[in-house]
Nanobody
Framework: QVQLVESGGGLVQAGGSLRLSCAAS????????MGWYRQVPGKQRELVAL??????NYADSVKGRFTISTDNAKNTVYLQMNGLKPEDAAVYYC??????????????WGQGTLVTVSS
């Protein structure tokens, strides 16, 4: 079993910053990808940022404002969000592609953390 635990969401004024964290634990041999998605009611979940070993991928809407980083020793991924806009408000989900000790590759989601941006 692999679990992802997120933290760092909350309420922030437009133009402000937040840092999300997501720690993976459990039966992990290696982590192939770690990233962040977000979802607002009535819309599909969308990719925000993804680390898959090469250069990070970002949604066009967050380029230049958000930065994804990983601490491999801690199996943790971060999302630094600067210059937040009301349209960034969503539930943010951590996602990881994990190679487990059972020699299986699994995709895991966190429980989500709410980001609210006031205008």
């Amino acid at each position: 079993q692999v679990q992802l635990v997120e933290s760092g969401g909350g309420l922030v004024q437009a133009g402000g910053s937040l840092r999300l964290s997501c720690a993976a634990s459990g039966s992990i041999l290696s982590i192939k990808t770690m990233g962040w998605y977000r979802q607002v009611p009535g819309k599909q979940r969308e990719l925000v940022a993804l680390n898959s070993g090469g250069s990070p991928n970002y949604a066009d809407s967050v380029k230049g404002r958000f930065t994804i980083s990983t601490d491999n020793a801690k199996n943790t991924v971060y999302l630094q969000m600067n210059g937040l806009k009301p349209e960034d408000a969503a539930v943010y989900y951590c996602n990881a592609g994990v190679f487990t000790r059972a020699y299986r590759t699994v995709e895991v989601w966190g429980q989500g953390t709410l980001v609210t941006v006031s205008s």
